[in-house]
């Protein structure tokens, strides 16, 4: 029987088109909004009549049509981030910045180790001083920060992971992101803020991060294509679960425009949710065409990349249950 998933989906354009926006429109203002995954975000926003604003250190002609703000995120105080909220008149932020190249070491054999300092203080540091900010915002924007599934560390096989469940990050990449998550959870559930954040699963799709696993998979099978000959590659043993970054931008949207209530782990203004399905895959084949398009022509031997290494050793899954705020 086939399998069917993942189901078929229309294509959607991954490039924000900003005409037509009103002037009462709410604004979202996305940090990192040039990224990998802030791009999918701008779009998903401006689809649904949103203004958009990115706010990088530099501009990029991929998101041209939204207004840019220059800003070193790494450094940039909270007066300096509270005066982009306030005089873009955000309603909503979303945090998809990638601080310090923390999804670089994701793919490092230490899981960033090397870096945990540098990756800790980013990463944390960018979220006490956006709490900082956002608590003194005129408008009182509702925080969306993505965090990662990682932030739990690694999971039991057939035991999906959700949002009551203790973090215990296996990692250096997951402690940091960690650190910033717990940051907004506590601030919002002290009553500075309204968040919620994000917890990603591993994403794939058009426009993948070169050092993430589909990053490093599509030169590889485009290479391969181009021979007509399969390529050779390493397959590991790990178990992750995959969600299409089209589907982030989306959950990002739903975030922040829904009304929270409370559970056991959550307060109606702070609230952590897995963000992906509900089971592990085995690298072996891909989870769903990563190319902006179609699947590279050609024969495959196998789905993995060489030189790819996950952040948890061995074969502990990643998986993801529904989550239970609603």
Same mark, same amino acid.
């Given at each position: 029987?086939? !399998?069917? $998933?993942? /189901?078929? #989906?229309? /294509? +959607?354009?991954a490039e924000p088109v900003a005409a037509g926006v009103s002037d009462s429109a709410p604004t979202a203002v996305v940090l990192g909004g040039t990224g990998c995954i802030g791009r999918h975000i701008c779009a998903a926003f401006a689809r649904q009549g949103y203004r958009v604003v990115t706010v990088t250190r #530099?501009? =990029?002609?991929?998101? *041209?049509?939204? /207004?840019? +703000? +220059? &800003?070193?995120?790494?450094? @940039?105080?909270p007066a300096a981030l509270r005066a982009v909220f306030d005089d873009e008149r955000a309603d909503v932020v979303v945090n998809a910045t990638d601080?310090? %190249?923390?999804?670089?070491?994701?793919? =490092? *054999?230490?899981? %960033?180790? @090397?870096?945990?300092?540098? &990756?800790?203080? *980013? !990463?944390?540091?960018l979220a006490r001083r956006l709490v900082? =900010?956002?608590?003194?915002a005129a408008r009182g924007p509702r925080l969306i920060h993505i965090g990662t599934i990682h932030e739990y560390g690694p999971g039991e096989s057939g035991v999906p992971l959700h949002e009551d469940i203790e973090p215990a990050p296996a990692n250096a990449y997951a402690r940091a992101k960690l650190a910033g998550s717990q940051v907004v959870l506590d601030a919002a559930r002290a009553g500075a803020v309204s968040a919620v954040v994000l917890r990603l699963v591993n994403t794939c799709g058009p426009y993948p991060t070169p050092a993430g696993f589909a990053g490093k998979l599509l030169p590889v099978l485009l290479a391969a294509a181009a021979a007509d000959e399969p390529p050779s590659i390493t397959v590991g043993g790990a178990m992750r679960d995959w969600i299409d970054v089209r589907d982030v931008a989306e959950a990002a949207v739903l975030a922040a425009r829904r009304r929270w209530t409370a559970t056991p782990s959550t307060s109606a203004a702070a609230s952590a949710s897995p963000c992906g399905s509900w089971s592990g895959t085995r690298w072996r084949r891909p989870a769903c065409p990563t190319p902006g398009s179609a699947r590279p022509p050609g024969r495959? =031997?196998? $789905?993995?990349?060489?030189?790819?290494? /996950?952040t948890s050793a061995g074969p502990?899954?990643?998986s993801a249950g529904v989550p239970r705020s609603r």
């Open positions: 029987m086939k !399998n069917p $998933w993942p /189901p078929a #989906r229309e /294509p +959607r354009c #530099r501009p =990029a002609p991929r998101v *041209a049509p939204h /207004p840019h +703000r +220059r &800003l070193d995120l790494e450094t @940039a105080q601080m310090a %190249g923390a999804t670089d070491a994701t793919g =490092a *054999a230490d899981g %960033g180790e @090397a870096r945990a300092a540098e &990756l800790l203080d *980013a !990463n944390e540091g900082e =900010a956002l608590s003194g495959c =031997a196998a $789905w993995a990349p060489t030189g790819y290494r /996950p502990a899954p990643c």
